[in-house]
C-alpha cells in the first residue's frame, strides 16, 4: 500500500501535471519520493498534486533522500483528522 516514485541512480525523473493519490484501506500507506539509494539522481515536479486521502496517523509524505528534489506549483493534500506527522524528511536536497 505504499506508492513509491524514486528515478534509477543517476537519472533525472521529471513529473508534470499528475494527481498521485495514496490508498485509505491501511494504516501504514505512505507516498514515498525518491530512497537513500538514489545515487547522483534528480527527480522535478511540475504542477503535481499529492493527496492523502485517510485519516490514518501512518499516512504521510516521505521524502526519502533523492540527491535533489524540486517542487514547483504543487499541491500537497491531506484529508481527515490525524495525530502523527505529515512530512518525514531523510537525507538530500529540496
Do not use: W
Not at 494504516?27 to 527527480?43: E, K, Y
Not at 493527496?51 to 524540486?70: I, K, R
Amino acid at each position: 500500500n505504499t506508492f513509491t516514485i524514486t528515478p534509477v541512480a543517476g537519472t533525472t525523473l521529471y513529473v508534470f501535471g499528475m494527481k498521485l493519490v495514496a490508498s485509505t484501506n491501511a494504516a501504514a500507506n505512505p507516498i514515498t519520493i525518491g530512497t537513500a539509494l538514489n545515487v547522483n539522481s534528480s527527480t522535478y515536479f511540475d504542477t503535481t498534486t499529492f493527496e492523502l486521502p485517510g485519516a490514518s496517523t501512518g499516512q504521510h509524505y516521505d521524502l526519502a533522500g533523492s540527491v535533489y528534489m524540486q517542487f514547483l506549483n504543487c499541491t500537497f493534500l491531506v484529508s481527515g483528522s490525524r495525530a502523527g506527522f505529515i512530512f518525514l524528511v531523510n537525507t538530500g536536497v529540496y
